[in-house]
DNA sequence: TATGAATGAGGATTCATTCAT
DNA sequence: CATGAATGAATCCTCATTCAT
């Protein structure tokens, strides 16, 4: 992400706030997902942002302060991603699918963000738990407002909303797995993966034994 | 689960090496599971297993070795307990349905150990990466397999093994996060939540939006 | 040595590096002359040398790095005094002597310098051994050579450069065993006591007891 | 030296206290002179000695002790070794001649006792300096004892205690020196060495390099 | 503002030594 | 007598965090 970090020397200069935050928050990404949250150090964290100690400090606070402002942009910026990617107006399945294709599309390019939110953030108890749970819970309630949605367009009781939102989490965990498993195949498209969780979860193994195969609606007749 | 932690004092008793093992181990589990790794500190643990710190050392070795020692002991207990739980020779979907209500069983009476496997496992990168990955990959293994007898069962192309596979990855990761969400939800009853799961890979959310249902087979006419 | 230590209280004065620098390895010559290797321990070097210890090893490593370079500069200005205190140019006996005073002076104004050098460190076996054994092995070097040298000059068959090594490094012996002696019986000036060494290794115990005595040049007539 | 020791297993064969006391210390002097006293381990030494550690205790006592106890045992085998190979009744240069013989005998035939004696032992700073300082001062008032009678057999002044007792010190530093020389350079004969140290300190340089040699008084005309 | 210098606090690990059986 | 089991006390080392320039 930081080719070649050159050594730092002598005086940072002067750059304007926002500018700074931003190059902090890069290197606190890349070097977060390389090691997770305990083995990353403030002291390498600062080398690789090419700035001192203390002015980490300045900026962005705390280790645990910049780790949560860490997860809470990478959780936006993926949750947008995803969000712009949906095309709304479209039956349930469609919406599905486009949301399956951005979230894929996202993580196949940015594998530090996805490493931060996903692997390092998940395992540390402490003060993070509130934030990831809530990022978690966003994605989780956007699936869980889709099913909801579909369920109620259709002649069937609509599902209690316990039921709509563990089974949203089943599926947020099922892409969670899919696209870890994905990084260490990459060779697999995004597009070839996302369809598979596609089939997964609106056909069911039940039909996919069966040879029954959801196509995206372009392919349909 | 061990509240009120007495302040150990005096020499703790003399017992068989065996029995000592069994006792630190289930401590650490306990520690790990609250805490993680990192922020695991072999002197809580100790304490919390009622010894001092060399026994720990001399029975267990160090801090990864112990970690290492909890997982393995952690995962081949609920393998088992899954292997044991799913009936062979039935069809796939009553293997599946099985297999997950063991799977949901074994979570709900060992929150400690699934904490252990799950969230803290995950995340540590270094030497329990090779540890853990095996783990996960039996279970990813076993599901696979199931997926694909049932495929050759049918009449149907059998699916590719790096498709089998991501599916399985997918479902066992459905699966982690719905027991993480029970977690948070302890008032459902086990057999609900493996229903939900099941409907969702089995039917798929296509059948699930229009009212169809996976049922046992008992209640099958 | 630095009797009274006071206890060390607030935050030290900061100092440019290279002086810090200094001031460490003169605490570490210090304590490892006292106390040895083992014995002696990064809490009290650090606290003899008037800093914390995160300090020390920030600016000289691990202990064994510590040692290792206390060693390399004892012993580098050690050969130096020697090489500067021998007369090239002029006859072998006239080498030997100047280099024998240099020595002697050398131990009589740097007693912990020395300690280092020839107690402590001749007996850790670990990773010093390579560091000392090429130190060491330096002076018998030197002191080889000026012996092959002498010899050229005669009309003898010239010693085997085993033998050679091996009467090189009983002188040494000789030398830092006379040294230690001479710790304990400071009374006795430098120069008196490499006399001694002198007439031992020049004349010989046949000649000694004879009453056969080497005289420095200027004496002679 | 315990070629092949086994693994200990069940309970040790109730022997005469005499006996175990050698087994003990045998074991002691082998794993003092592979590592030096303080990374021995009363542990390891309990298991090559084929006890359990309480015994240890029971029978030697603390660490220091049982180092201290090793000191003496080895140093007075090896004095008698010395005294007994020294030809009294015959003139100084073969009284001296025949102890360096002994001494480098000893030396070839029990590395480890030399070890111990030599390189673990000067190095320990605390109770043995006392110890060995002793074991040390009686080697070199033996030699004294040797110069003095040289001495006073001829017709010149008797060399001062002081000067006497500071040569027979540079003599002794010289054998260990060349000693510890000597294992580094196995393939010589322990003649050829303690021949060449014998020049060195009857005839001493000035001869050296002009040819003469001191011989042995069986090849003397 | 920007930083080199500095530290308090804590964690893993080892060892000599001793009970209790 | 002989031992497996147990521990107090150190020791090395690291890291988040802050001062003083």
Chains 1, 2, 3, 4 share one sequence.
């Not at 902090?24 to 090691?35: C, K, P, T």
């Not at 399945?93 to 399956?100: E, F, M, T």
């Not at 870890?180 to 060779?187: E, F, I, V």
Request: net charge negative; with cysteine; aromatic share 8%.
């Amino acid at each position: 992400m930081q080719p070649d970090q050159p050594v730092r020397t002598g005086r940072a200069k002067r750059l304007p706030r926002a500018v700074r935050e931003r190059q902090i928050m890069d290197a606190a990404v890349d070097v977060f997902s390389r090691l997770g949250f305990h083995a990353a150090s403030m002291d390498e964290i600062s080398e690789v942002a090419g700035i001192s100690k203390p002015m980490l400090y300045a900026y962005l606070g705390s280790k645990e302060e910049l780790f949560a402002t860490c997860i809470r942009r990478e959780a936006t910026v993926m949750m947008e991603a995803i969000a712009n990617g949906i095309e709304p107006d479209q039956p349930p399945d469609v919406q599905l699918w486009s949301g399956l294709r951005a979230f894929f599309g996202f993580v196949g390019e940015n594998r530090a963000s996805w490493q931060v939110l996903h692997r390092q953030a998940s395992s540390q108890g402490g003060p993070f738990a509130a934030e990831l749970a809530e990022m978690r819970g966003r994605a989780v309630n956007l699936v869980a407002a889709l099913l909801v949605h579909a369920t109620k367009t259709q002649d069937v009781p609509s599902a209690s909303e316990q039921e709509a939102e563990s089974l949203a989490a089943a599926l947020v965990g099922a892409g969670e797995s899919l696209a870890d498993w994905w990084l260490d195949h990459p060779d697999e498209p995004a597009g070839v993966v996302a369809s598979r969780l596609m089939n997964l979860v609106w056909m069911g193994f039940g039909d996919l034994v069966q040879g029954n195969i959801w196509h995206p609606p372009s392919k349909r007749p």
